[in-house]
């Protein structure tokens, strides 16, 4: 490439993408901490597990039921005012968790940082593709992608440091330096066209309870049916339920801004296929310390590096295919990806304990580089078929689908476990059959996507 065409080449708002990539890792890294000190916060308060796991719960809750109606929202406002506000809002929820003076308190807080959390997850894609032009899209999307995974490998460390040296109340407190620098950056570079913020209507209220009532009724019937006693009949109920309130969602505005969506292709068959893979992390973060427990038998604190391996894989293989992407073009590159998720979830399915610890390292690594190699491609291309005015709805959808597999994987493992068998030798080997059958949903519908792709298919103008 000569001089006068680089010098011609359309610029990347590299600071805009900054101001991003340091706000994923604030949310990020906060989770992942939270989890690692959930055992203080249960002693600080005097309360167990069962209250304890509201500190997570409330959180994910919040996230997922707000996140659709959020990205409605955010598409009628400025990314830069959208920001702002979701980036404040996340810092002052942390600064409220840390002064929590029980636990009721903390777990409000939680749910307001969830909030705000599923504002932020709507706004980052939209704000990465309206960053970069289409051409280097791919580039831009993996390295704000590996910014994700290397929170969730960083945050425990963190975690472990801060507890170690203050105590849990120290692990919000750190959002505030991190969240001023976000907010400093977004500020100068993000993009300010499009209205300021107005109060959400009644609609975003109504859109709200019925995902609320969605997203619970939802988590309820997963686990009526995947506990240690399942009630199929009230598990049935629940999911009734869930399928009524979403119907009276897909009734309201947001409904209809997310048929318009899926009135695009590929839209459709990329978030399909994109469930599949988010199946597959969430059944891999749940299967993993069991099977190193009961099938490999090795010591807890020889834990901490085989379990970093899949992650440490999603961010080695999310700058790499943000590369592969701009050179090989999205479609394909999804294929590439799909085919070393499938290799390696069916080698961890035939034999999860084959090669002892190393072994078993060695495949959730290979599948951690197809998922970041899969991820990559498929929300660029996502996020640049969607249509300019909805593209933060396409950004909630894609976080909703991320945040939905994480949940629906670990209890669809544990539901085939306990109908297999409650033993390592059974159970537990045949729930590596769900991230195979992930896999298999994710390759074939990545097949589909490549085979129409051979059709040029228009990018909408920015």
Not at 34 to 50: H, W
Not at 58 to 84: E, F, N
């Amino acid at each position: 490439m000569s001089l006068d065409e680089r010098q011609t080449e359309p610029a990347v708002n590299w600071p805009a993408l900054v101001a991003v990539g340091v706000a994923i890792l604030m949310t990020t890294a906060d989770l992942m901490i939270v989890q690692t000190a959930l055992p203080s916060m249960e002693r600080t308060f005097g309360i167990g597990p069962d209250v304890g796991q509201w500190l997570i719960l409330a959180y994910a809750g919040a996230t997922i039921a707000l996140q659709m109606p959020a990205g409605r929202w955010l598409d009628s406002v400025s990314p830069r005012h959208g920001y702002l506000l979701a980036t404040g809002g996340f810092m002052v929820a942390s600064v409220l968790c840390a002064i929590a003076p029980n636990a009721w308190f903390l777990i409000g807080a939680r749910l307001v940082q969830g909030a705000f959390g599923a504002l932020l997850g709507a706004l980052v894609p939209a704000i990465i593709v309206s960053s970069a032009p289409p051409e280097r899209r791919g580039r831009a999307m993996g390295i704000v992608g590996t910014l994700g995974p290397l929170g969730a490998v960083a945050g425990p460390v963190l975690g472990g440091i801060l507890l170690a040296w203050w105590d849990w109340r120290g692990i919000f407190l750190v959002n505030v330096p991190v969240g001023l620098v976000a907010m400093f950056l977004g500020g100068r570079a993000i993009s300010a066209k499009g209205n300021r913020i107005t109060v959400p209507g009644i609609g975003f209220a109504r859109e709200t309870l019925a995902a609320v009532i969605a997203g619970g009724s939802l988590f309820t019937a997963l686990t009526l049916a995947s506990s240690t006693h399942p009630r199929y009949g009230l598990a049935a109920a629940a999911l009734l339920v869930t399928v009524l309130a979403g119907a009276w969602w897909y009734r309201e505005p947001g409904g209809n801004a997310l048929l318009g969506l899926l009135g695009v292709w590929p839209m459709g068959v990329i978030l399909l296929g994109s469930f599949g893979v988010n199946i597959i992390g969430g059944t891999l973060n749940y299967l993993p310390p069991f099977t190193l427990d009961e099938m490999i038998h090795l010591p807890v604190s020889q834990w901490g590096l085989v379990l970093l391996s899949m992650p440490l894989g999603l961010a080695i293989a999310s700058n790499l295919g943000g590369f592969v992407t701009d050179w090989l073009g999205a479609a394909r590159t999804t294929i590439i990806g799909a085919c070393v998720i499938l290799l390696g979830t069916a080698l961890l399915a035939v034999a999860p304990a084959w090669g002892g610890a190393w072994g078993f390292a060695a495949r959730l690594l290979l599948t951690g580089l197809g998922m970041g190699m899969y991820h990559v491609p498929a929300q660029t291309l996502f996020m640049t078929q969607a249509p300019a005015e909805l593209r933060a709805t396409a950004g909630a959808a894609v976080n909703l689908l991320r945040n939905l597999g994480f949940s629906v994987g670990p209890a669809l493992a544990t539901l085939l476990w306990y109908l297999t068998g409650s033993g390592p030798g059974d159970g537990l080997k045949a729930s590596y059959g769900i991230p195979v059958t992930a896999a298999l949903v994710t390759l074939t519908t990545t097949v589909w996507l490549v085979r129409r792709a051979s059709r040029p298919v228009p990018v909408p103008a920015s």
